[in-house]
């Protein structure tokens, strides 16, 4: 084979274009995987990273399939088996709680370090590399264009040669080249809010219990972390936001422990913090000819209920499966005939599965703004909290083991 014509060039080496290429390795397509940025790092000796995510039990396992999950579990990480969810003017009545055991799950998820995900996912990819299973890495590097034919695509770098691949997957994130060059419109939503991000010491160590507080003005969420702490993200209004952000460290923490009715008693310290806009972003299209978009790049949701990377690892194990089973039954797998149907399934499924939870967080938001709707909101959080169908069906797609999930988020660790 030729170093520069492979089945796949995947663009953005982030969580989600990573695990895309080491699915597809693992199902020995050839792989051509274009960063833009510097090798990831991860260094457990330092204090744990303002991004962190909660990994879904379904991600865990596309990450368990990727090589990735048994590197991450080796570190520092915090399995959560509890979650409480509750209304700020009413929290007796107001509140929901999720039990892994209620539901026969293990964990409802894991809080992670972004960093330590990447980390592991390339640890995967260099060791592929070394062995020779049909990976190309173009790092640091820019992707400058692309076309497309009948047969496939030729891309052209900023350096380096020009790559032909039969599809390219673009993984780039919220800004996507991939997205803008395939001529793909987005809907976007901006809430006016930006999310602060942190990590604090309280007087009681967390639980391992995700809590969150919905309140006029955005929730916030304390998230468990392996030594006790918490990790924050705080919604606030944007003026608001800066105001909180310029605050010395005590009386930061003043204003966040009122805020959470000192939930675990007093806030003691914090880390630096950091904040960032909140929008949704949803893209009309996930296809374009040989074009297929995923994770940021095809979406950005809300992080209220903590499902952006989550719906990206997903996206990944979809395509993954299903170019895999047409190469299975097609010789000629990438040919317009075969190929393009296949895309737009996987168009259709992914776009219909984020659709339900990026406009369903957005209407649970929207419910927070006026506050002639906060009697709507409580009797509805009082139900919900007292149907176990209702909380079963939440809890089984926010964990990615609902009926339309990839076959690989429902299987399990192989």
């Known amino acids: 084979m030729n170093q520069a014509e492979f089945d796949v060039a995947v663009i953005g080496g982030g969580m989600v274009g990573a695990t895309v290429a080491c699915l597809l390795l693992r199902e020995k397509f050839s792989v051509a995987l274009i960063e833009a940025g510097e090798p990831p790092g991860f260094d ?7 991004r962190v995510s909660a990994v879904s039990p379904g991600s865990a396992s596309v990450l368990d399939h990727a090589g990735a999950w048994r590197i991450v579990e080796g570190r520092r990480h915090c399995p959560y088996r509890a979650m409480h969810v509750e209304e700020a003017e009413d929290q007796e ?33 260099e060791a592929r590399k070394t062995a020779g299973d ?53 809907e976007t939503w901006h809430y006016g809010q930006k999310g602060i991000v942190t990590v604090i010491k309280t007087q009681q160590r967390n639980p391992g219990t995700a809590w969150q507080r919905f309140m006029e003005g955005g929730p916030l969420a304390l998230l468990p972390l ?70 940021d790049a095809a979406h950005v949701v809300h992080p209220l209920a903590g499902q952006g990377v989550n719906l990206g690892f997903l996206d990944a194990a979809a395509l993954v499966e299903l170019i895999s089973k047409l190469r299975d039954e097609n010789r000629d797998w990438a040919g317009d005939a075969v190929l393009t149907p296949v895309l737009e399934r996987y168009q259709r499924w992914r776009r219909s599965d984020v659709e339900v939870m990026a406009r369903g967080i957005h209407g649970i938001r929207t419910l927070f703004e006026p506050p002639i709707l906060a009697p709507v909101r409580r009797l509805g959080m009082r139900l919900v909290g007292k149907s176990w169908i209702a909380r079963e069906t939440f809890l089984r797609r926010a964990a990615g083991l609902h009926a339309d999930a990839p076959s690989l988020a429902r299987a399990g660790r192989s």
């Open 226 to 295: 392996a030594d006790g702490q918490s990790s924050i993200v705080w919604s606030r209004p944007q003026a608001e936001a800066d105001r909180l952000l310029d605050l010395d460290d005590a009386s930061f923490c003043r204003e966040l422990e009122l805020t959470s009715g000192s939930w675990l008693g007093e806030v003691e310290s914090c880390g630096p913090r950091a904040a960032f806009e909140l929008t949704m972003r949803l893209s009309e299209r996930y296809v374009a000819g040989r074009a297929v978009l995923m994770g």
């Open 134 to 186: 049909g990976l190309e890495i173009f790092r640091p590097v820019r992707l400058e264009g692309f076309e497309t034919s009948t047969e496939g695509a030729r891309l052209s770098l900023e350096s380096g040669p020009d790559i032909s691949a039969k599809l390219i997957i673009g993984a780039d994130g919220p800004r996507s080249p991939v997205r803008k060059l395939s001529g793909i419109d987005q």
């Open 93 to 125: 009545q107001a509140a929901i709680d999720f039990a892994a055991p209620e539901f026969g799950l293990e964990r409802l998820g894991t809080i992670v370090e972004n960093e330590s995900v990447t980390e592991a996912l390339w640890q995967v990819l």
């Open 44 to 50: 457990e000796s330092k204090p744990v990273g303002l």
